[in-house]
Nanobody, 125 residues
């Protein structure tokens, strides 16, 4: 069983940075691709970024590309989302997710079978 716990959310001004962390427990973190998703009030959950097991393959939503960076430290069972130049439209609950594949050519289309409870990010103008 994988347990995912996000941290690092908060309230910031537009233009600021935040780094989200997702700590995973359980041996099934190993060999798994990881993703970040977000859900704003009244909107559907959307893909933000994903990374393969090795850390060598990443994918980003167009709305965050160039501002957000996903990375992982497999020695710490942790995946990160560095968010720079935050905008009010980035306000959402951010979720970490784990997929039962090590790599994909389509991180948005695969099934993520474990999810964290989410962390709130609020960006004010």
């Amino acid at each position: 069983q994988v347990q995912l716990v996000e941290s690092g959310g908060g309230s910031v001004q537009a233009g600021a940075s935040l780094r989200l962390s997702c700590a995973a427990s359980g041996r099934t973190f190993s060999g798994r691709a990881m993703g970040w998703f977000r859900q704003a009030p009244g909107k559907e959950r959307e893909f933000v970024a994903a990374i393969d097991w090795s850390g060598g393959s990443t994918d980003y939503a167009g709305s965050v590309k160039g501002r957000f960076t996903i990375s992982r430290d497999n020695t710490k069972n942790t995946v990160y989302l560095q968010m720079n130049s935050l905008k009010p439209e980035d306000t959402a609950v951010y979720y970490c997710a784990s997929a039962p594949v090590s790599y994909s050519r389509n991180y948005r289309g695969i099934t993520y079978d474990y999810w964290g409870p989410g962390t709130q990010v609020t960006v004010s103008s």
